[in-house]
């Protein structure tokens, strides 16, 4: 999926600081940054409908979200921890006011050393 | 997860065969998706479905509301079938919920 580009591909980190960055060339209003563990479905960090923060699932406060313009979402992470190795995924839909579908970028893959 | 639980939670095919995967929802669910994750990582969307089903290729699935499930048919498998299929469910209040996934493999 060439629409919705992810950066970096793979993360390698021990106590530092990183941004994650994702851009959809797709039009779409509305942005997620998911997390996926080893052997899980993915799982909500972070929902943004037209830049605005709509929902914030609980999520440690080292990982802090971003939405400069409305094709772009950051992550920025501090201090990671070895629990926050997982793959991140950006994704983006249509909308969030009505159930629209989703679409994934490749990932990020973070690894805590 | 609780909400959407998907069966068979692995399966093993010989290529050429059918099989099916179920997701039984304990939400009011109003619209599905169907993922393939492979083995390098990516989420390909395969359907997205109001209730009534939907056909490419090999792949069939469809959704009913009132029964609160969703399938997905898979037919006549390959090997590049094999990876995890994730079902997705919305609900009335725009929320999303996965289910566990299938872990697919198909052998030659």
């Known amino acids: 999926n060439t629409k919705i580009t992810q950066s970096p591909r793979y993360l390698i980190l021990g106590r530092a600081n990183k941004s994650l960055e994702c851009e959809q060339h797709l039009g779409h209003n509305a942005m997620y940054w998911y997390k996926q563990s080893a052997e899980k479905p993915p799982e909500l960090m972070f929902l943004?409908?037209?830049?605005?923060?709509?929902r914030n699932e609980t999520v440690p406060s080292r990982f802090i979200p971003e939405c400069p313009d409305s094709s772009k979402l950051l992550l920025h992470i501090s201090a990671v921890d070895p629990e926050d190795s997982a793959v991140y995924f950006c994704?983006?839909?249509?909308?969030?006011?009505?159930?629209?579908?989703?679409?994934f970028g490749h990932g990020t893959k973070l690894s805590v050393l | 997860g609780d909400k959407v639980k998907q069966s068979p939670s692995a399966l093993s095919l010989q290529e050429g065969t059918n099989s099916a995967l179920r997701c039984n929802f304990s939400i009011a669910a109003t619209t599905v998706q169907w993922f393939l994750q492979n083995p390098r990582g990516s989420l390909i969307n395969l359907f997205y479905l109001v209730p009534g089903t939907k056909e490419n290729g090999r792949l069939k699935s469809a959704f009913d509301s009132k029964e609160s499930y969703s399938t997905l048919h898979i037919r006549d498998a390959q090997l590049e079938d094999s990876g995890t299929y994730f079902c997705a469910a919305w609900n009335s209040n725009n929320r999303i919920f996965f289910g566990d996934g299938t872990q697919l493999v198909v052998k030659p």
């Open positions: 943004y409908n037209l830049k605005q923060l709509i």
């Open positions: 994704a983006s839909s249509q909308s969030r006011v009505s159930n629209e579908r989703l679409f």
